[in-house]
């Protein structure tokens, strides 16, 4: 199976800040990746699908890199509605595999 | 606007079984592979299954095969998924999702395993 390590697994961020979150994975995926924000209590929500694109109606802050094993979640100025976890999923192998998420908490 | 609304949850004792559904709407169902996924009590997210547009292929993250069974109803719009042999390391809130990039998800449903 595919293992996708994600990092780190929490940051405390002020609001502005920019923010980067990286996903590597055990083995090439092309670019069968989605990044997804979670609120506490609520469903995901995917913010980038095939690696660098942005979902529709997902704030331009938001942008993401990355082919074949390095993945990287960039908010460009992170605003109080950005704190949340995020978590990466690869869909390219049989078995899909998530990252264990990113915290982003108030500093 | 794409809709998935999952139902079926609830409490049940170690070794039981469940049956999850979810109501499709918004989209052409019969199109899109769907997917089952999970998260347990303060943990992160897991994949559990999915399912190809016609039902014709079907797959399982590994702690699951040959105890949970993934299906679907094209003509109601429905996608299920048969949980037997439950344990309590199942207890989680299950979502259903759209396509194979896991792209909109239901609100989930939860599911307890305890005596």
């Known amino acids: 199976d595919i293992q996708m390590t994600q990092t780190p697994s929490s940051l405390s961020a002020s609001v502005g800040d920019r923010v980067t979150i990286t996903c590597r994975a055990s083995?090439?995926?092309?670019?069968?990746l989605g990044w997804y924000q979670q609120k506490p209590g609520k469903a995901p929500k995917r913010l980038i699908y095939s690696a660098s694109n942005l979902q529709g109606g997902v704030p331009s802050r938001f942008s993401a890199s990355g082919s074949g094993t390095e993945f990287t979640l960039t908010i460009s100025s992170l605003q109080p509605e950005d704190f949340a976890t995020y978590y990466c999923l690869q869909h390219n192998s049989y078995s899909y595999t998530f990252g264990q998420g990113t915290k982003v908490q108030i500093k | 606007e794409v809709q998935l609304v999952e139902s079926g949850g609830g409490l049940v004792q170690p070794g039981g079984s469940l049956r999850l559904s979810c109501a499709a709407s918004?989209?052409?169902?019969?199109?899109?592979?769907m997917s089952w996924l999970r998260q347990a009590p303060g943990k992160g997210l897991e994949w559990v299954a999915n399912?190809?547009?016609?039902?014709?292929?079907?797959n399982y993250v590994d702690c699951v095969k040959g105890r949970f069974t993934i299906s679907r109803d094209n003509a109601n719009k429905s996608l299920n998924l048969q949980m037997n042999s439950l344990r309590a390391e199942d207890t989680a809130v299950y979502y259903c999702?759209?396509?194979?990039?896991?792209?909109?998800w239901g609100q989930g449903t939860l599911v307890t395993v305890s005596s």
């Open positions: 399912i190809k547009e016609d039902g014709s292929d079907k």
């Open positions: 083995q090439g995926i092309r670019n069968d």
């Open positions: 999702a759209r396509g194979s990039t896991v792209g909109e």
């Open positions: 918004g989209f052409t169902f019969s199109s899109y592979w």
